[in-house]
């Protein structure tokens, strides 16, 4: 499996930015897919995730601002950030999670949201 993802930038607070993340593989057969983010000095931590049957989970401080979705046919996991703060400033990664129980990182996209 293979992950490549892009789309980060500069953008203000209280604007929207649209991540997406390629895969060699399809983005429905899947255990889970998501996207996690890492703050200077901080843990990487979960953004927003998707279960091969929809099922979404995500981090409390971006709900109802975030979204995941897929597309089937081009293999493309995407995140729509809506209403950007400072606070989600970070790197942000997508994962892959197979049934194998195989897990893939993508490389990274940086995200910057100025106040």
């Known amino acids: 499996v293979q992950l490549q993802a892009s789309g980060g930038g500069l953008v203000q607070a209280g604007g929207s930015l649209k991540l997406s993340c390629a895969a060699s593989v399809s983005v429905f057969s899947i255990k889970t897919m998501g996207w996690y983010r890492q703050a200077p000095g901080k843990q990487r931590e979960l953004v927003i995730e998707?279960?091969?049957?929809?099922?979404?989970n995500s981090a409390d401080s971006v709900k109802g601002r975030f979204a995941i979705s897929r597309d089937s046919v081009k293999n493309i996991m995407y995140l729509r950030m809506n209403s950007v703060e400072p606070e989600d400033t970070g790197v942000y990664y997508c994962?892959?999670?197979?049934?194998?129980?195989?897990?893939?990182w993508g490389q990274g996209t940086q995200v910057t949201v100025s106040s």
């Open positions: 994962k892959h999670e197979g049934w194998d129980d195989v897990t893939t």
């Open positions: 998707i279960t091969g049957s929809g099922f979404v």
